[in-house]
């Protein structure tokens, strides 16, 4: 699945479980950056090393909550592909 297609799923499915527009905003954001960052690849093809890359690489001029909250959205949506069987 491709990385983009990965993150309309998700966010459809957290749309489903009721959250917040405000969420989704913010989890749409997020996907987005991914996408910038890693263009539109298998989510299959995304390892560990590449996404402590990315958090070291876009972190640097971010705010420790605001890190800590893309950690968490990577958290979530990885979770959320190995549960539904996308990894």
Same mark, same amino acid.
Request: net charge positive.
């Given at each position: 699945?491709?990385?983009?297609?990965?993150?309309?799923?998700?966010?459809? /499915?957290?749309? =489903?479980?009721?959250?917040?527009?405000?969420? $989704? &905003?913010? @989890?749409?954001?997020?996907?987005?950056?991914?996408? %910038?960052?890693?263009? /539109?690849?298998? =989510?299959?093809?995304?390892?560990?090393?590449? $996404? &402590?890359? @990315?958090?070291?690489?876009?972190?640097?001029?971010? %705010?420790?909550?605001?890190?800590?909250?893309?950690?968490?959205?990577?958290?979530?949506?990885?979770?959320?592909?190995?549960?539904?069987?996308?990894?």
């Amino acid at each position: 699945m491709l990385l983009s297609k990965a993150g309309e799923a998700f966010e459809s /499915d957290k749309r =489903i479980e009721g959250f917040s527009p405000q969420t $989704l &905003k913010a @989890y749409r954001l997020q996907a987005s950056l991914l996408i %910038k960052y890693f263009k /539109d690849i298998e =989510i299959t093809n995304i390892e560990t090393n590449l $996404l &402590k890359e @990315y958090l070291s690489v876009t972190g640097k001029h971010l %705010k420790p909550s605001s890190l800590s909250h893309r950690i968490r959205f990577m958290k979530s949506l990885f979770r959320w592909s190995h549960e539904e069987g996308h990894l």
